[in-house]
């Protein structure tokens, strides 16, 4: 093979190479949880965030007199542990998943951090 042709197989192939990869932020990357539609880590990072910090004011209390409801602390129990509700759980999961496998990228690992 010639070496022009060789060059250009080799310049065929980062083009392709590019096209494949994830896009430049990391953010805007799809995913698909369990429950059904399609997220970029962004968005599903903030709805996951949103839900976190609505069930963390549900049960914050600032003063120890009052003793937050148990309603609402089984209800995060719930939503974070029990297997009847896996459409919260399965955001979460998708989420990390999504942050391993950026992770595992030579790319992103710094920002990402190291799999455990």
């Known amino acids: 093979m010639p070496k022009s042709e060789s060059t250009k197989s080799a310049q065929m192939r980062e083009v392709i190479d590019r096209l494949t990869e994830d896009p430049k932020d990391p953010f805007e990357t799809d995913i698909w949880p369990p429950s059904g539609g399609t997220y970029d880590i962004k968005s599903l990072q903030s709805m996951v965030a949103r839900q976190l910090m609505d069930l963390a004011k549900t049960i914050a209390t600032a003063d120890i007199d009052e003793p937050a409801d148990p309603f609402y602390v089984r209800r995060v129990y ?39």
């Open 78 to 116: 719930k939503m974070l542990y029990s297997k009847d509700n896996p459409v919260f759980q399965g955001k979460l999961e998708t989420l990390v998943t999504a942050y391993d496998k950026l992770a595992r990228q030579n790319r992103h690992k710094k920002q990402f951090g190291d799999i455990t």
